[in-house]
T-cell receptor
């Protein structure tokens, strides 16, 4: 059975801290791994990772994929209260249908 | 720049009632999806469509039906609502070309009493 497991499930930090969110997966026909940020409403796309060892970066957020060990991490440096959200990891199994398999998410709370 | 629009945003139903959730996208995307999100469960795929006139079952299809009569619209129906269908429902779409992320609507919060 395909699995996408995120850890930790919740995390509370103070502004300025650096956090690392984890996503491990066991799926057949892996094609890509995606990270989404979900605040009150729609998940918004952050990164798509297809190649092992290549870091994707956007401002204070960065992510990397390890296809050998089957995991990805999402790093957030110098956290701000606006980073408070649920961070979702999803895996595309590579069918033409574009179906995503989601983890349960990590609830990040950043206190001022 | 609407993207993916879901209506209604909130709804309360009684057990046994029926209703239809509407998803509309203006990005000319081929693929559309309906998910439900429950506390601690992440997003689970209900049904999806790979093009106008085609639909298929996802992970949790029981109790739901869908239709895709027009490319831009994807409807999710509950014929006889049950309390277990209380959830937040998200619609998403993605283009046919290449390898592109899904774009999500803002969700519909549905409570079944």
């Amino acid at each position: 059975e395909d699995k996408v497991v995120q850890s930790p499930l919740s995390l509370v930090v103070h502004e300025g801290d650096t956090v690392t969110l984890n996503c491990s997966y066991e799926v057949t026909n892996f094609r890509s791994l995606l990270w989404y940020k979900q605040e009150k409403k729609a998940p918004t796309f952050l990164f798509m990772l297809t190649s092992s060892g290549i870091e994707k970066k956007s401002g204070r957020l960065s992510s990397i994929l390890d296809k050998k060990e089957l995991f990805s991490i999402l790093n957030i440096t110098a956290t701000q209260t606006g980073d408070s959200a649920v961070y979702l990891c999803a895996v595309d199994r590579g069918s033409t249908l574009g179906r995503l398999y989601f983890g349960r998410g990590t609830q990040l709370t950043v206190w001022p | 720049n609407a993207g993916v629009t879901q209506t209604p945003k909130f709804r309360v139903l009684k057990t046994g009632q029926s209703m239809t959730l509407l998803c509309a996208q203006d990005m000319n995307h081929e693929y559309m999806y309906w998910y439900r999100q429950d506390p601690g469960m992440g997003l689970r795929l209900i049904h999806y469509s790979v093009g106008e006139g085609t639909t298929a079952k996802g992970e949790v299809p029981d109790g739901y039906n869908v239709s895709r009569l027009k490319k831009q619209n994807f409807l999710l129906g509950l014929e006889s609502a049950a309390p277990s269908q209380t959830s937040v429902y998200f619609c998403a779409s993605s283009p046919l070309q290449g390898h592109q992320p899904q774009h999500f609507g803002d969700g519909t919060r549905l409570s079944i009493l």
